[in-house]
C-alpha cells in the first residue's frame, strides 16, 4: 500500500519492566511535510522516536516506510534506509574537525580497503554542504567542534542528518539552546529541505514556532494516539487541551506580590573578555527577567555571582551590606542559590538519589557537625519534593530515572530547602512540557509572594514579557537596556537591545 | 518479572557474599586446613594490608580518582620508623613523625590533582615513582633492622587473643563505613564522583573534599607500612610495591565504579576478603603463584562485568 506517506507508525506498543509507556501510538509523515509531534512530558514521545529509530524493539504495532514494513535492529539501520534523528543531547566529538564529525563512522577512503582517510576530500564535501545551506560564513569544515558554540553545533548536527540523505528527519527540541536569529537559520534549512521533499518529525513544546512551521501536528499523552491535526484548523486552546487532557488558561500567572526593598544590588561587574560594568538590582517579590541572545553573558555574570565563575572586579551589595562571594558555599550561606540551565552539566548529581540531590546543599540544616540527621534529611527531601509535585516513586530513585520538568523540580527543591533570599534561574523551562511549564511559573509567583527576589534568565521571549516584572537586556557583555511597563512588553523594543541596538 | 528483577536485586547485593561462601564450602571440603583458627588468622592477618588500603582507595575512587603512590607511602613510612627507631626515637613519636610525612605525601598528591588540575592518574604515577625513590635515596637502598619490641606489636602482637593488625583493619573498615555513609564528607564524595561542577554550584568545596581524600588514603598507607615493618622487623625501602594494584582490584571487585560516584566500603571489603581467600586456597592447593595471578585477573574480570549486566539491566 505505497502511498501518500513515507512514514506511517501505528498500533505501536512499548512497556517497561511492567509499565506501559506507548499504547496505540501512531504518526504518519508525508513526504515534505514537517510534522510536529507534541505531549507533555513522559508522554512516551522520545520512546516512540527510539522504537522508529530502532533503538527499542516495540512489543506490537508495525512500522512502514515507502510502503516496506520495516523492523531496524539498530539506529545504523534506520540510517541506511533513511531515517535520521537529531537529539537533544548533543554529542559531538570535541577534538575532531567538523569535517571529520559529519562524516564520522562512513568516512571517504584514499585508498579502497587502506584505513587511510581522504581529508580532503571529506572536506570538500563539508564545505559544500555548509555553502548550501549558508553556513560557511561563519563554520569551516576545519574548526574543532570545540571551537563552536552550542548553536553551531547543534546546526552541525543538522548538517550531518542532511547529509545522510535521508527521506525522514527527526528533531528533538533542535531549538531549545538556540537564539532567535540562529533559529531563523534553521527554520531556512528546514524549509530547503522540505522543498526536497524530506518529511520532518519536529518535537518541541514552543507552541510558537509549531503555529509558525508546522503542517500538522500529532499529540500523545499518556503513551496513547490523542489525534492528528492539520496546524492552519487548529487553535493553540485546542492543542493544549489535546495534550493535558484538560482546560487550561492560557498565558502566564501575574505577579501579584508587593514589591519591597533592594535585596541584591551588583556594582561594576567585570569578567575581562566576557562581561564589563555590569550593574543590577533587584527588589523583594520581583521577577527580574534577563533578555539577551545566547552568549550575551548573561549566564556567566550570574555564575560569577554565585562563586562558580571567577571575578576580575565589582561589588556586590545583599540588602544594603557589602558581601563578598569566592565560592558557591558562600552564596548559599548568604542565601543566593542559582538553578542553572544545564540540568546535567550543572544542576544534579544523575547517578545520586532525589533524596541526596536536594540535601546535597543543604547540610547546614540536616545535619549535626559533620554527622548527617537522616530522619530529617528524608523528611525535608520528601516535603519539597512534594511541595513541588515531582512525580517520583520515593526519594530514594536515581535522579537520572526522572524525566526532564521532574529534574527540574529536584532542582528547584534543592534550592528552596536553602531558604533563598535570591532564586536564580537560567533557563527554567527548558526542555519541559506545557503542564509542568504553568506549575513552575505558578512556584515562581509564590515564591515572589514569599519575598524571595527571583532572577530569570530566559530565551523565550513570551515567558520573559509574561513572567518578568522588569526586564534587563543583555548583549554582547554588556547590559544595553532596562524596560518597565509597557517597554517591558514590546519583544521588538527587547530584540532592538538584543541586537546590541540602542 | 517482578520476581526475575528480584532475583538481579538479590544477586547484586549479596554475589559477592556467596562468592566468598562458595570458596569457604569448598575449600573446607578439600583441605583439612582451612577451617583451622590458625589458617583463619592467618587470612585475616593477609588481608589486613590489602584490606586497609582498599579503605582509602575506595574514597579516592568514588571522587574519580586513584592512587598509585599508596605502596611508596608504605615504603616511606617504613624508612622512616626504621632509620628513626635505629637511632632510639620512642616508637610512639617515630610512628607519629612517619604519620605527618605521609600526610604531607598525600597533601601533594591532592594539591596537584584538585588544584593544580593534573589528572589524578598521571599526578599519582609521579609521586609513586618519587616516593620509591626518595625511600631508596633516604636508606641508601639498605634497609632498617628494626628491634624495639613495643613497635612490634603493631605487626606481630595480639589484643585479646585477636592479632593486633586484624584489630587494626576492623577499625579502618569501621570507620571508614562511619565517615562514607553517615557524614557530610561521605556524601560530597560520592557528590564530587558523580558530578563534580554540580556539586561545586551546591556550595561544596570540591576541592577541599578531593585533597582530604588523597590524604585520607596516605594515612591508611601510613597505618600499613607501621604493620608491614612491625611484621619483618626491618624498614625496607622496598616495601609495598605493586600494593596499589591490590587495593585497586579489591574496589573493582567490590562493584565501585572507576569513573566514581558510585560505589560502596561493603563492597570493597567484600573485595579483599575474596582476593584474601582465593588466595589462600590457592596456596592450600599448591597451585603456582603464576597461575594465582592469572586467576586473580579473571577475577576482576568476571566481578566487573557481571556489576555491569546487573546494573545495566534497568534499561
Known sequence: ???????????????????????????????????????????????????????????????????????????RDALDAGISMIHQELSPIPEMTVAENVFLGREQKKF????????????????????????????SPTMKMKDLNIAQIQMMEIIK?????????????????????????????????????????????????VFQLADRVSVLRDGQFIGCVKVAEASREQLINMMVGRELEGGYPHNTAKKGDVVLELKDFTRKGVFENVNLKVHAGEILGMAGLVGAGRSEVMKALVGYDPLDSGEIYLEGQKITIKHPNDAVKHHIVMASEDRKELGLVLCRSIKENVSLQNFDKLSKGSFI??????????????????????????????????????????????????????????????????????????????????????????????MSDRIIVMSGGQVKGELEGAEAQSQQTIMNLAFGGE | MTQKKDMGKILRQFGLVIVAL???????FTSDVFLTSQNIINILRQISINGILAVGMTFVILTGGIDLSVGSVVAITGVIVGSLLKDGTNWFIASLAALAISMVCGAINGWLIAYVGFQPFIATLSTMTIGRGFAQVYSNGKPYIISDPSFKVIGQGYFLGIPVPIILLVIFCVLGLVVLSMTTFGRYVFAIGGNKSAAKLSGVRTQRVQLMVYVLSSICAWMVGLILAARISSGQPTAGESYEMDAIAATAIGGTSMNGGIGSLTGTICGFVILGLLQNSMNLMNINSFWQQIVKGLLIIIAVFLDMRTKGKKN
Open chain 1, 1 to 75: 500500500m505505497a502511498g501518500k506517506y513515507v512514514l506511517e507508525a501505528t498500533g505501536i506498543a512499548k512497556s517497561f519492566s511492567g509499565v506501559t509507556v506507548l499504547d496505540g501510538a501512531e504518526l504518519c509523515i508525508e513526504p515534505g511535510e514537517l510534522h510536529a509531534l507534541m505531549g507533555e512530558n513522559g508522554a512516551g514521545k522520545s520512546t516512540l522516536m527510539k522504537i522508529i529509530m530502532g533503538i527499542y524493539t516495540k512489543d506490537a504495532g508495525k512500522v512502514v516506510l515507502d510502503g516496506k514494513e520495516v523492523e531496524f535492529k539498530s539506529a
Open chain 1, 112 to 139: 579502497k580497503g587502506l584505513p587511510f582517510v581522504d581529508k580532503k576530500e571529506l572536506n570538500r564535501k563539508t564545505q559544500e554542504l555548509l555553502k548550501e545551506y549558508d553556513l560557511d560564513q561563519f563554520i
Open chain 1, 161 to 209: 542528518a542532511v547529509s545522510y540523505n535521508s527521506k525522514v528527519i527527526i528533531m528533538d527540541e533542535p531549538t531549545s539552546s538556540l537564539s532567535e536569529k540562529e533559529t531563523e537559520t534553521l527554520f531556512r534549512i528546514i524549509d530547503s529541505l522540505r522543498k526536497k521533499n524530506v518529511g520532518i518529525i519536529y518535537i518541541s513544546h514552543r507552541m510558537e514556532e
Open chain 1, 373 to 466: 540527621q537522616k530522619l530529617k534529611e528524608r523528611k525535608m527531601a520528601g516535603e519539597y519534593t512534594e511541595k513541588m509535585a515531582t512525580k517520583m516513586n520515593g526519594i530514594d530513585d536515581l535522579v537520572s530515572s526522572l524525566s526532564g520538568g521532574n529534574q527540574q523540580k529536584v532542582v528547584l527543591a534543592k534550592c528552596l530547602l536553602s531558604e533563598p533570599k535570591v532564586l536564580i534561574m537560567d533557563e527554567p523551562t527548558r526542555g519541559i512540557d506545557v503542564g509542568a511549564k504553568a506549575a513552575i511559573y505558578n512556584i515562581m509567583v509564590g515564591l515572589a509572594n514569599q519575598g524571595i527576589a527571583i532572577i530569570m534568565i530566559s530565551s523565550e521571549m513570551p515567558e520573559l514579557i509574561g
Open chain 2, 22 to 28: 562458595i570458596i569457604i564450602v569448598f575449600m573446607s
